[in-house]
């Protein structure tokens, strides 16, 4: 009886072991399957994530040497094919059986999945896009590559420039029909007067981020491109006016040279009326010859002293014309030293006013520093367009005929299956 208690206790605990052995085993073999699995994702995560990076890696290196812009050339149907290509080969399967003991780094390539389908999206990514297009122009701006730029000695130094003499200089004009239809600006709409009734007014923060975003463009802006009297000769750059270009829009540096007289024209005609009418020793001089001219004439003198501070500020305005082409400095707002026309000759002259005359008081803006200020005034969407179209006409003019911007991006998404498992990712510089 004895005998036969023993044999039966010892049958249970053999049952219960081999149950208990078995729910052992079970479980461990979930948890490898799962740790598995974990790292089979994981694993396909990684090379997913490289072969998105490896896309990035494939930028232009002329766009960011001369522009200092990042962004690829390409196309989706390319990118998919070019990330499953990189993604399979991490992922394909090596021959040889499944071992237990096989050094992890060797048993995460046998992974049973592949790549399955990839599906790419370009959209939102364009260089061409106003706000990705600013957005690499702010990120080269404060980089190391634009801090080299703005240390160069490229060129003569503003207020000394020297004279410039439009006989030595170059002036281009883009005929070439096709090339002109196919500029980013060409696609920018017609002026058109806004909507006054769907006015959104910008709160105090929004304004200073947009002025930030501004002065960094224009920065770039005069630091990149080349302007009227700016010393510089570069080869590479199809229009020598280039900023003159980005603020007109011509096709012939001419046309953009008399676009930007006009303005700084009318900027320093306004100044010089304020400057005037502000000055009483000027305006003493204006009604001591105004008075006697009434008179003769027998006409209000208010009227014959409109005459005289409009022909002083002509003469007036024409000299600083002349003064910043040529390399000098104009204040903003004059005092009467940085008048050069003060002993009234330049009324008289106004006409036949030949050279240019240098006031006591030589400081104020360069011809850089004015065109800094019409750059500010621009049209955001205007101003980026117009320094796309320079990028596209210098580079396809020195570095690829077929180089057109609208094929470049700065980032992509895509959503792969690897037989398991969907990714998503967003891929930007």
């Not at 980005?246 to 040279?257: A, R």
């Not at 792969?416 to 990714?423: I, K, L, N, S, T």
């Amino acid at each position: 009886m004895i005998k036969r208690l023993i044999q039966n206790k010892t049958g249970n605990v053999t049952v219960f072991l081999v149950v208990a052995f078995a729910s052992i085993l079970l479980i461990a073999s979930v948890l490898f399957a799962a740790a598995r699995a974990v790292a089979e994702k994981s694993t396909a995560d990684a090379a997913f994530e490289i072969a998105g990076r490896a896309i990035l890696s494939e930028y232009d290196t002329r766009l960011l040497e001369e522009y200092g812009l990042l962004a690829f050339h390409g196309d989706e149907e390319r990118i998919e094919n070019d990330i499953a290509f990189y993604a399979n080969a991490t992922l394909k399967k090596e021959k040889g059986r499944y071992l237990l003991f096989t050094p992890l780094e060797k048993r995460l390539r046998l992974i049973d999945g592949e790549t399955g389908t990839v599906q790419v999206s370009l959209k939102e990514f364009s260089l061409l896009d106003a706000d990705e297009f600013e957005a690499q122009i702010k990120k080269a701006a404060v980089s190391a590559w634009m801090k080299d730029r703005f240390s160069e000695d490229s060129g003569a130094k503003d207020g000394e420039q020297g004279d410039a003499n439009p006989e030595d200089m170059t002036f281009r004009t883009l005929r070439n029909d096709g090339v002109k239809k196919s500029l980013p600006s060409a696609s920018l709409p017609s002026f058109t007067f806004p909507d006054l009734t769907e006015l959104n007014i910008p709160s105090a923060s929004d304004l200073a981020n947009r002025a930030s975003a501004t002065v960094l463009t224009d920065e770039y802006i005069l630091s990149v491109f080349e302007y009227y009297n700016d010393g510089k000769k570069n080869d590479t750059h199809f229009f020598n006016n280039e900023i003159e270009y980005i603020l007109q829009g011509k096709s012939s540096d001419v046309e953009n040279m008399k676009g930007i007289v006009f303005k700084l024209t009318a900027f320093r005609t306004i100044m010089n009326h304020i400057a005037i009418l502000q000055d009483s020793k000027k305006m003493e001089k204006v009604r001591m010859i105004a008075m006697p001219i009434a008179l003769a004439l027998e006409v209000p003198p208010v009227s014959v002293e409109a005459i005289i501070i409009e022909a002083w500020v002509t003469a007036e305005t024409g000299n600083d014309i002349d003064l910043l082409t040529n390399g000098k400095r104009v204040a903003i707002y004059k005092t009467a030293d940085q008048w050069a026309t003060s002993d009234l000759q330049g009324i008289l002259d106004s006409v036949s006013f030949s050279g240019y005359a240098e006031p006591k008081d030589t400081g104020g803006l360069t011809y850089k520093e004015h065109l800094r200020i019409l750059l500010f005034l621009e049209n955001r969407e205007t101003k980026l367009a117009r320094i796309q179209d320079l990028i596209q006409i210098n580079l396809k003019g020195t570095y690829d005929e077929s180089f057109w911007l609208r094929s470049y991006y700065t980032g992509f998404r895509f959503t792969a299956e690897d037989g398991h498992h969907v990714y998503t990712y967003t891929q930007t510089y």
